[in-house]
């Protein structure tokens, strides 16, 4: 896999996959950019969502039709000094449907322990928390 990304002045920057996708990333006004992207550290927590979120979604196929909605929220707790890499990241799906939370507590784990390469590739500390129809399950997980 390889990415190519392009400086586009100032701050910014696109990218651009094989997928053929491009992805605009700029520093905040406070970092000297101009905002008119994500920012690096937002993309990186988009990404893990992406990835455990696929991973989910690929391992709960069969019961997809009784789900209607899956969000996930990646909260990141980051260094005070430089370099401002997260330490602690909680991911927390929230999901609404008729679906066992066991069904999906499993599929988080086989996403984070076998196929999730985002979180594979980060050395923060990443849990999970599951809000399933409005009400917190537990399971939580630790990496």
């Known amino acids: 896999m390889k990415v190519t990304t392009i400086w586009t002045g100032g701050r910014a920057f696109t990218a651009k996959g094989d997928s053929g996708y491009e992805i605009n990333m700029d520093a905040t006004e406070a970092y000297g950019g101009l905002g ?14 992406g ?21 996930i929220e990646t ?20 999901v609404d449907g008729e679906i066992d939370s066991k069904k999906i507590w499993r599929a988080i784990r086989l996403g984070e322990e076998k196929y999730c390469s985002v979180s594979d590739s980060l050395s923060a500390n990443i ?17």
């Open 36 to 49: 008119k992207g994500a920012t690096p550290t937002e993309m990186l927590l988009s990404s893990l969502a």
């Open 127 to 143: 849990s999970y928390r599951l809000v399933l129809n409005g009400e917190e399950v537990d399971g939580d997980l630790t990496k």
């Open 51 to 71: 990835c455990i979120g696929i991973d989910v979604t690929m391992i709960l196929r069969p019961h997809l039709d009784k789900v209607s909605k899956i969000d």
């Open 75 to 94: 909260d990141g707790i980051r260094k005070e000094e430089a370099p401002k890499g997260f330490t602690d990241i909680v991911v927390t799906f929230t």
